[in-house]
């Protein structure tokens, strides 16, 4: 490969420099292969299935559509950013209580569109769920589980956010 | 066995209970290590390249080009391949190269090694196949009528085997018929095909970190290709995206290997969504002919078949999925009398081989549409008649085995019929538009749309059929009160470590459980398919901590002067069931280490015989479905509103995730009802993209309402029989009948909708 410059990504809070990459590679390809962050996968390729979902100035795109120079002065946050290992948010705590995990391939797409979501509708209908994650497909479990598990959360949040 | 049923007041992740799974944490923090997140420093890429044409002779091929691209490391051929040319499940029919022929748009021509994944593309590019175009055979009648040249040495018949059982003239008063079709659909897991290969010094060997269902049948066929001995290729289970039958044949393994040992340095290899669908075996498309027989009370007096299935250019499991097709004619009805005539044949499609429900899908749409036709028929209920005919234990089937599995199939229809139907009428009471068919294109108008109910009942057998010992392997050591456990076998989401720690908890009365790598440092698991595992692993699992459990008595019992046989586990602790003695089994363990292993093999069975009579299969679980559907019938818009199951689970060691797998296969069954297929025009795929193949999203899989049937099955080891299966099977014929159902009371006028999936077309112009 030829033709490469330096340019630096903010990632989870930290600037992340990238050197020698060709400027044709997706965010996603930089994230897992340049940077180290694993979590975002890849499974289509074209935006179909949001199992490389992450946060571009807070908005949900798929990395894999997105080239990563494109990405330069934005914040990025990945399923690594979203809670310390071993300090499961209460979304992911949610996906694992509630059996929405199976193989785990499409999950940390669908933890940041879930996150997402409740971050921006914290009491969602059924419905809503079911629109808002209708760009995240989960081959494995049928996706009942992974609706419980939103509404596990939006039920949790709104009685600790109960005043006692 | 109930002494080591948790007694104790504290909750314990024991058998019964749903424990998360220990994968868990990982799985949604994205440190989990799927096969994909495998690399490092150095690491190759490799790359495949493939035939554009079904069918071609090749004339030559030049790599030179590829070797002049910088960053280029290795480009292989047929030519280096050191050991077997080619491989396969059951007949060793596929080439790990196409050298002189390629029979197959995908098929592999040579694989690439180098520094970026770009630069394999232009390597790739640069390769100069020089072809000579053949006639593709493509129709499966044309491969049985013996009317095309054979398009591989072994013929163009994989399998054909006939039933006949009992007489085959006899005639009922009741007569229907109907001939079915089904397109191929793909497993489309999220986690695509990938590979980690790390050569032994000298190449004397080779380490695969691969993301497989039976890590134990890819070291034999890679052993073989590699020529190198079977103990010095060792598999490690890379994490597994979701397999669904898709990963059980050879991809990608040989073509890694061979690259890792050719340049001395690890190489992975990761496939693009459309080199997927190439590169792996699909469902069968089938056709399928029935008559019903049937008294006028409708009762089955005997049934007519004829099945082909096209299974595409190499034979992989076809001759074991048409035995399941044909041995499950009758699904879950007593029938007397049968003549079945099944073909799978090869033709120059995309391989087909195993997926979810393996041959019982097909099987499935076309008897679950003739009970409709004879209930219609016969002027009975779609629930009357399968209650009228349901099978029970005891009964013969077709092939002269009897019902030996508990098969409470009435009680699976009366307890689906049992559950609630949706309380939402059509559009909901918000006459939110997104609850319509067509949703977000806000298409239909909800004064048009109908609504139908339809049924669909299977029986599925469960394990490897006609002589097939597909045992499995599992070591437990128990030391210092923890339980470390060791198998073989390929965790893919379906969650066999959960149940794994989950006996052990049980059988052993400890609560610390530590999962051993899964890798071919222990006896073969066999693979996870056939709705398997939990009878086979779990079975091995448990008979490993059994035999450790006894060893953990003699002990105790020795120490305290008690006849081991009078010991028991009651929570965590070694009781004495005639004494006072209780002690901790973390303090009895203490200081010992108790390391056992055990294989696990279920009965024995028979292959089938010229007339299709044999006792071929293990056992069988069995399953209903109700669907309920909205239609447009004007846009042959279908939304699928609910789906209610009832599902024979002999006992639910788990029952999240027996849940889970209850939901996971009915969005495939309603993905093949109504979505999903690989369309090939002139052997040429056109659909090799998440845009243009179809997968169920969060929109169209409805609420599923479940009851689990608990009848604890005497054969199986913990009494529990395998899930996986069933919720697929069934579920897709109860959506098209309710499809069916919704059109006949638009006009009162049935139509067939005899070809899954059911298009918008096939709704909407098949009403003229």
């Known amino acids: 490969m030829t033709a490469m410059e330096v340019y630096t990504l903010r990632v989870n809070g930290d600037d992340r420099e990238v050197a020698d990459a060709w400027l044709g590679e997706s965010l996603l390809y930089v994230l897992r292969e340049r940077l180290g962050l694993l979590a975002a996968k890849g499974a289509c390729e074209q935006g179909e299935c949001g199992s490389c979902s992450v946060l571009v100035d807070q908005h949900l795109v798929c990395s894999c559509l997105v080239l990563a120079a494109s990405a330069v002065g934005r914040e990025i946050v990945t399923v690594e950013g979203l809670a310390p290992v071993g300090v499961p948010s209460d979304v992911q705590r949610a996906f694992v209580d509630a059996g929405a995990v199976q193989c785990g391939f499409c999950t940390p797409g669908l933890v940041m569109a879930a996150t997402d979501l409740l971050d921006r509708i914290p009491d969602p209908t059924d419905m809503q769920i079911r629109e808002e994650l209708a760009g995240n497909v989960c081959r494995c479990t049928g996706y009942g589980r992974l609706v419980a598990a939103v509404q596990q959360v939006a039920v949790a949040r709104r009685e600790a956010g109960e005043p006692a | ?768």
């Open chain 2, 1 to 768: 066995m109930t002494a080591s049923v948790a007694v104790g007041a504290r909750a314990r992740d024991v058998v019964g209970t749903s424990p998360a799974r220990p994968d868990g944490i990982a799985k949604v923090q994205g440190t989990f290590q799927f096969s994909s997140d495998l690399g490092g420093d150095g690491v190759l890429w490799g790359m495949t390249l493939r035939s554009p044409h079904p069918h071609a002779r090749i004339v030559s091929i030049d790599v030179g080009p590829a070797w002049r691209i910088d960053g280029v490391a290795a480009v292989l051929t047929a030519d280096d391949v050191p050991g077997s040319p080619t491989y396969g499940l059951i007949s060793h029919d596929q080439p790990v190269f196409a050298r002189d022929v390629v029979r197959y748009v995908g098929e592999p021509i040579a694989v690439v090694a180098a520094d970026h994944p770009e630069t394999c593309r232009r390597a790739l590019a640069a390769i100069h196949v020089e072809y000579e175009v053949l006639d593709p055979l493509l129709d499966p009648e044309a491969a049985i009528a013996g009317t095309h040249p054979p398009i591989h040495p072994d013929g163009n018949v994989i399998r054909h085997q006939r039933i006949l059982c009992g007489d085959p003239d006899v005639t009922g008063e009741v007569v229907v018929e109907g001939t079915y079709e089904l397109g191929m659909q793909d497993q489309a897991f999220l986690g695509l095909e990938a590979a980690l290969a790390i050569p032994d010094p000298g190449g004397r060997g080779v380490e695969l970190h691969i993301a497989t269902q039976w890590l134990h049948e890819d070291r034999a066929q890679l052993a073989a290709c590699l020529d190198l001995p079977v103990e010095a290729v060792r598999l490690v289970l890379g994490g597994v995206g979701g397999a669904f039958g898709a990963r059980e044949d050879i991809s990608l393994q040989v073509h890694c290997c061979l690259l890792a040992l050719r340049l001395g340095r690890p190489v992975r290899m990761a496939y693009s969504r459309r080199e997927s669908f190439l590169g792996h075996v699909h469902r069968h498309p089938a056709r399928i002919w029935m008559r019903h027989h049937a008294t006028a009370d409708g009762e089955i007096v005997k049934i007519e078949a004829r099945f082909v299935l096209d299974g595409g250019a190499y034979a992989s499991t076809s001759s074991a999925v048409l035995l399941n097709a044909i041995t499950h004619t009758q699904g879950p009805y007593r029938c007397p009398n049968a003549v079945v005539d099944g073909w799978a044949v090869r033709t120059n499609h995309l391989p087909c081989g195993a997926m979810r429900g393996f041959g019982v899908v097909q099987a499935c749409f076309a008897h679950e549409s003739q009970m409709d036709r004879l209930a219609e028929a016969c002027d009975l209920d779609p629930v009357e008649i399968r209650l009228r005919n349901a099978m029970r234990t005891g009964d013969v089937l077709i092939t002269g085995q009897p019902m030996e599995s508990v098969a409470p199939v009435e009680r699976c229809i009366r307890e689906t019929a049992a559950l609630p139907l949706p309380d939402e009428p059509i559009g909901g009471h918000d006459h939110d538009p997104m609850r319509l068919p067509g949703g977000a294109g806000r298409t239909a108008d909800e004064a048009h749309v109908v609504r139908g109910i339809g049924w669909g009942v299977a029986m599925k057998n469960l394990m490897y059929s006609e002589g097939f010992d597909d045992y499995s392997t599992a070591r437990c050591r128990l030391a210092d009160g923890q339980a470390t456990l060791k198998f073989a076998t390929a965790e893919v989401g379906q969650g066999f470590v959960t149940i794994a720690a989950q006996i052990a908890r049980t059988v052993l009365g400890v609560d610390e459980v530590e999962l051993d790598r899964i890798d071919t440092q222990i006896g073969s698991a066999g693979s996870t398919s056939a709705s398997r595992q939990t009878w086979m692993s779990g079975g091995a699992v448990d008979a490993a901590c059994r035999q450790v459990r006894e060893r953990l008595f003699e002990l105790v019992g020795a120490a305290h002067g008690i006849d081991p046989l009078r010991l028991a586990i009651d929570g965590t602790d070694v009781v004495d069931t005639a004494g006072e003695l209780r002690v901790p089994v973390a303090e009895a363990t203490a200081g010992v280490v108790i390391d056992e292993t055990v294989e696990y093999h279920h009965r024995p069975t028979e292959e089938l015989d010229e007339l299709g009579q044999g006792r071929c299969h293990t056992a069988f679980a069995f399953v209903a479905h109700r669907a309920v559907v909205d239609v447009d019938p004007e846009l042959g818009l279908v939304k699928v509103v609910q789906v209610a199951t009832a599902q024979d689970v002999g006992r639910a060691l788990n029952p999240l995730s027996v849940v889970g797998q209850i939901e996971g296969g009915i969005a495939q069954g309603l993905g093949l009802a109504v979505m999903e297929e690989i369309v090939q025009t002139d052997g040429v795929i056109r659909n090799a993209s998440f845009t243009d193949y179809l997968l169920p999203t969060f929109l169209d899989m409805p609420p599923v309402v479940a009851s689990l049937v608990e009848e604890p099955d005497p054969q199986a080891p913990l009494g529990a029989k395998g899930v996986g299966e069933p919720p697929c099977i069934s579920s897709t014929p109860a959506i098209v009948a309710a499809i069916r159902d919704a059109l006949r009371q638009v006009d009162g006028v049935g139509r067939r909708l005899d070809r899954v999936p059911v298009r918008p077309s096939d709704i909407a112009l098949e009403r003229q």
